[in-house]
C-alpha cells in the first residue's frame, strides 16, 4: 500500500495517518517530522532549513525531495508506505512520479482531509506535541490523562514552534499558494479520495478506513 495524505496545516493529516499506517502495517513518513528531527539534532540540513520551518515557508524542493526519496529507500519502506506532508508543490509530486517509475511502484491513493479555516486555526492553537514519540494532543479535544505528559511515554509536552498565530498564517497562504493545487493533480490521475475532516478524530479514521478498505478490495 502506497498512499499520499494530502490537506492544510492542522487538518489532522498526521493524527489520521499514525492509524491508518498501523492498520495497513506501513511506515508513516512525515516530512515535517523529517525536518523537526534534523533542526532537533542541530545537523547540517537542520541548520540550513530552521529559517523556512520558523517562518511557515516552504523548504526548498531540492532539499525536500531528496530528504524523502531517501528515506523511501530504507529498507521498512519496501513493503509500502505512507507520506504526510509530501509532496506539497508540483515540482515534488513530479520527483515522487519519477521515483515510482524507476521503481516500477505505483500510488495505491491520495487521501485528501478537507477542513475549513476556523476549525484549523482552533486545533493548531491547542495543539501539544510529545518531542520523543510524537504523539499528538489537543488540550481541549484530545487531552492526555495526565496534563502536560504523554500518555505513551510520559515525557514533557511541548508546543510546535510554528503554532504561533502569525505562522500558522502563513503556513495557511503557503499551502493555499503551492499545494492546493495538487488536488486537481491528483484528482485527474483518478488518485484522489476526499475525505471530511471534521469532526471527531474516530469519525474521520472511521471515513477514511471505509474509502481505503474498498480501495485495497477494489485492487
Ligand atoms: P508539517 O509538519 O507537515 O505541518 P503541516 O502540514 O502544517 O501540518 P501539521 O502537522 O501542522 O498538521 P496535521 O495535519 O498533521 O494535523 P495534526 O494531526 O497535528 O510541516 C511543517 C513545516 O515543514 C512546513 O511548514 C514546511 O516549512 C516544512 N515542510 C514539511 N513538508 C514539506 C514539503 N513537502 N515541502 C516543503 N516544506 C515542507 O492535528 C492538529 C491538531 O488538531 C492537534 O492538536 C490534534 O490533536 C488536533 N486534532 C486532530 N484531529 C482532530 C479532530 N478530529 N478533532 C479535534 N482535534 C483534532
Ligand atoms: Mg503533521
Known sequence: MRLVFMGPPGAGKGTQAKAVAKRYDIPH?????IFR??????????????????TGAL???????????DRLQADDCQGGWLLDGFPRTEPQ????????????EQLNAVVNLAVGAEVIVRRMSGRRVCPTCGRTYHVERIPPKVEGKCDACGAELIIRDDDKPETVRQRLGTYERATAPLIDYYDQRGLLLRVDG?????????????????????G
Open 29 to 33: 513518513v512525515s516530512s515535517g517530522d
Open 37 to 54: 528531527a534534523e533542526i532537533a539534532g542541530e545537523t547540517d540540513l537542520g541548520k540550513q532549513i530552521k529559517q523556512y520551518l520558523d
Open 59 to 69: 523548504v526548498p524542493d531540492e532539499i525536500t525531495v531528496r530528504a524523502v526519496v
Open 93 to 104: 509530486a513530479r520527483a515522487l512520479d519519477e521515483a515510482l517509475e524507476a521503481n516500477n
Open 198 to 218: 471534521s469532526g471527531t478524530p474516530d469519525e474521520v479514521r472511521r471515513r477514511i478506513f471505509e474509502q481505503l478498505d474498498s480501495e485495497v478490495q477494489d
